[in-house]
T-cell receptor, first 109, second 116 residues
Framework: SQQGEEDPQALSIQEGENATMNCSYKTSINNLQWYRQNSGRGLVHLILIRSNEREKHSGRLRVTLDTSKKSSSLLITASRAADTASYFCATDGGRDMRFGAGTRLTVKP | ETGVTQTPRHLVMGMTNKKSLKCEQHLGHNAMYWYKQSAKKPLELMFVYSLEERVENNSVPSRFSPECPNSSHLFLHLHTLQPEDSALYLC???????????????FGPGTRLTVL
């Protein structure tokens, strides 16, 4: 399956700390995307990284991609309570996207 | 707001009822999707429509019946559901006119379905 798997399943940190979430996948991909979901709501796209890119930044987000290890990481710097949400990686093997079960991030004020 | 709306937001139904979920996108996209999200499980892709034609049906039981009358609207008709069908049903759209696998997807807020 080309479905991504996030690690850890849950992460709890203090406001101001950095949060790192990882995603592993099994097959070759064209791109990998990260999404965020607030409780009981729809997913919101955060960032897309293509298979020929190694790192990408967007505000306080930093995404890395290592295609040799079939893994990606999402770093949120200087976290805020409003960052509390579930974070999903989605892998694209060309036909459609597959999502993992997500990492539940809790940022304590 | 992502430009994708879903109604109703909450639905409680008995196993013998028939109901429909509605999704509308205001983004001019060509592809629309139905996902099922159950607690602590990965998002399950149910159906994909591209240019109003169904391009994927991931072995979804026939008690779920999709309909895409035009590129802006997507329905999921429900009948004789089971309690295990209780979940958050998410609709999404993307720009791609093909299967849209490489495209960013824009999600609606979801319909929380409870089957009694």
């Amino acid at each position: 399956s080309q479905q991504g798997e996030e690690d850890p399943q849950a992460l709890s940190i203090q406001e101001g700390e950095n949060a790192t979430m990882n995603c592993s996948y099994k097959t070759s991909i064209n791109n990998l995307q990260w999404y965020r979901q607030n409780s009981g709501r729809g997913l919101v796209h955060l960032i897309l990284i293509r298979s020929n890119e190694r790192e990408k930044h967007s505000g306080r987000l930093r995404v890395t991609l290592d295609t040799s290890k079939k893994s990606s990481s999402l770093l949120i710097t200087a976290s805020r309570a409003a960052d509390t949400a579930s974070y999903f990686c989605a892998t694209d093997g060309g036909r459609d996207m597959r999502f993992g079960a997500g990492t539940r991030l809790t940022v304590k004020p | 707001e992502t430009g994708v709306t879903q109604t109703p937001r909450h639905l409680v139904m008995g196993m013998t009822n028939k109901k429909s979920l509605k999704c509308e996108q205001h983004l001019g996209h060509n592809a629309m999707y139905w996902y099922k999200q159950s607690a602590k499980k990965p998002l399950e892709l149910m159906f994909v429509y591209s240019l109003e034609e169904r391009v994927e049906n991931n072995s979804v039981p026939s008690r779920f019946s999709p309909e895409c009358p035009n590129s802006s609207h997507l329905f999921l008709h429900l009948h004789t559901l089971q309690p295990e069908d209780s979940a958050l049903y998410l609709c999404a759209s993307s720009q791609g006119g093909g299967t849209g696998g490489s495209d960013t997807q824009y999600f609606g807020p979801g319909t929380r379905l409870t089957v009694l």
